[in-house]
């Protein structure tokens, strides 16, 4: 047989690819299958080691879950402020904040819980140095939560305050004294002001030095300019039936009560009469008027300005060449006629007028009865202004907080010692220094700002001085405990408050007189409001705000950031604010 055209040997003929693969009955073709499923595996195991390292980086590089107590309550808080009910991919908002109450509710949230910080140290048992500012700070805490003492004693020490004063034809025991021989002590000793305000505080302009200031005063029926007379006609007979109230709970005789009350609240309407809006005065140029007492007491001779103010401003060293800042001229020239008018004529309706606005004043130190007509007559205005009505507080709140005005730099230590330790402090300092630090680093990238502009912001932000917890005066005993040797404690709650009134005053009196080497702090340390003084070129933030939920040393730092951290950054920027309110070196906004 031909080779062309005949038949291969069987050692001599070709075999296709897949015929030359060997198969799994042959010994190659195992090996085969073996190597394959060893690929295979290597391979998984790679893949599978490569993402655990994965995830063990990720892991491990970002912060752990926060699992203490007071993560667990900032969760707590955070999951009542949200709405399951809403679905989270359709309305993320509402899913996540949409229980919140806002911001404002938050804040006043933490305000009755540091109260409630303070009622717990007030009411715990403890003993404290005799003449102690935190001995006389918890006897008149006591003193104020001792209703059935102040219910026994009733109206007897007011009435005593009334004789002091030389009486009122209410009662039939008056005494026609000197008029301002009784303004004098109504001014000093008790801290009531029935015809103008007067108080020291800085210029509004530099250098921001004290001046006794003369304003209009403080009334408690609401201006007729702003209500219907109608509705001001049922204001004036709620008032009127008020002040009944207040004589006769005096043991005034009903006639001759309501006459008076009747007189009283004619005097107050003659004096709305006089008032000028302040946007008025301020457009006039006529807010800010500087005058001597010599020249005031030209203006408005009714009024003895140099022997009142001297009282009420003592140890001032006052002449009648002292400069006064006045608020409001035309109003004290009109009231001043006003008064010689009364005097002329009704010098008892005067009298009335005077002690029956005292006795409004103090009716929070007295007994049931005059706090409950003083809440009706409350509930009773605010009906007819359209006035959402004060919702009701419990007696120990009312309690710390008169405590407080009158304590301050003992609770001051006492709140900051269990509520403010020194490394809540220096984790505080860090937050604001890193929001400083971000602030300086971002002026020196604006593009509009010239050099100039952007070195003397700088400059601002630098040498702006922070102040955190309470003031540095407040924390040490010995200056806290020359604050109240003057302060006489009982027998009856009033009197107690009425010596801490005095007390407080002299306190701020002096405050002014002295050198002061700290700045006047304008909160309380338990208070939730920082703020920037513009005299002072500082920033304050009280302890009381930075408490959870808007501050914790043991928070993630991106919670401080987002709470406390914006409430920083939102002060700090008033640094670049004018009095006018317009940013100097920024656009208008």
């Not at 006794?212 to 049922?234: G, S, T, W």
């Not at 207040?246 to 001759?256: A, D, S």
């Not at 971000?438 to 700088?458: C, Y």
Request: aromatic content about 12%; proline content about 8%; some cysteine.
């Amino acid at each position: 047989m031909s080779r062309a055209g005949g038949m291969r040997p069987p050692w001599n003929q070709e075999r296709s690819p897949e015929e030359r693969l060997p198969t799994a009955t042959e010994p190659g073709g195992q090996w085969s299958v073996v190597r394959r499923v060893l690929t295979a595996g290597l391979l998984f195991s790679v893949l599978l080691g490569f993402s655990v390292l994965l995830v063990y980086i990720f892991r491990s590089c970002g912060p752990s879950p926060c699992k203490t107590p007071v993560c667990w309550d900032l969760l707590a808080r955070y999951l009542a402020s949200g709405n399951t009910s809403v679905a989270p991919c359709t309305d993320f908002f509402s899913f996540a904040c949409g229980q919140a109450k806002g911001t404002d509710y938050s804040f006043q949230a933490l305000a009755e819980e540091n109260k409630s910080r303070l009622r717990r140290i007030l009411e715990a048992p403890g003993s404290w140095h005799l003449g102690s500012g935190e001995e006389k700070a918890f006897q008149f805490y006591s003193s104020c939560m001792d209703t059935d003492a102040i219910e026994a004693a009733g109206a007897a020490p007011l009435r005593q305050v009334i004789e002091e004063l030389g009486g009122w034809r209410i009662s039939g025991n008056w005494t026609s004294l000197d008029f301002n021989r009784t303004l004098r002590l109504l001014m000093s000793q008790y801290g009531y002001f029935p015809f103008f305000r007067a108080y020291l505080r800085p210029r509004p302009t530099p250098p921001y030095t004290p001046v006794i200031q003369i304003d209009q005063p403080e009334f408690d029926v609401p201006l007729k300019q702003e209500q219907e007379q109608k509705i001001y006609a049922q204001i004036v007979r709620e008032y009127v039936t008020y002040l009944n109230q207040l004589g006769t709970l005096l043991g005034g005789e009903p006639n001759k009560v309501q006459e008076h009350a009747f007189l009283s609240i004619s005097i107050t309407s003659q004096l709305f009469q006089f008032l000028r809006p302040l946007e008025q005065r301020r457009a006039q140029g006529k807010l800010f008027q500087m005058v001597t007492i010599d020249q005031l007491q030209e203006m408005a001779p009714a009024i003895d300005w140099l022997s009142c103010l001297q009282a009420t401003f003592t140890p001032m060293p006052l002449s009648s060449s002292q400069l006064l800042l006045v608020h409001d001229l035309e109003y004290l020239k009109n009231m001043s006629q006003l008064v010689e008018e009364q005097l002329s004529k009704h010098r008892d309706f005067l009298q009335s007028h005077m002690i029956l606005g005292l006795v409004r004043t103090l009716s929070p130190a007295l007994d049931s009865k005059f706090q409950e007509a003083r809440r009706s007559l409350i509930q009773k205005l605010g009906e007819l202004t359209e006035r959402p009505p004060m919702p009701s507080r419990p007696r120990w709140m009312k309690c710390v907080e008169e405590t407080g005005t009158f304590f301050e730099p003992t609770l001051a230590a006492l709140f900051v010692r269990e509520a403010f330790s020194p490394s809540t402090q220096s984790a505080a300092m860090e937050l604001f220094t890193a929001i400083k630090n971000a602030l300086i680093s971002r002026l020196r990238r604006i593009p509009w700002m010239d050099e100039k502009t952007r070195k003397e912001a700088q400059n601002r932000v630098t040498q702006l001085q922070v102040k955190m917890g309470a003031p540095e005066w407040a924390l040490e005993p010995s200056l806290a405990r020359q604050e109240y040797n003057d302060i006489q404690l009982g027998p009856s709650y009033l009197q107690s408050f009425l010596s801490c009134v005095r007390s407080l005053r002299a306190r701020i009196v002096q405050s002014f007189l002295q050198s002061f080497p700290y700045h006047r702090w304008q909160v309380s340390p338990w208070g939730v409001n920082a703020y920037y003084s513009i005299p002072d070129h500082v920033v304050v933030f009280p302890a009381g705000l930075l408490q959870p939920p808007f501050f914790h040393p043991g928070y993630p730092r991106a919670v401080n950031f987002g709470a406390a951290g914006s409430i920083m950054a939102h002060e700090l920027l008033h640094i670049f604010y004018q009095l006018c309110g317009t940013p100097w070196g920024l656009p208008s906004l």
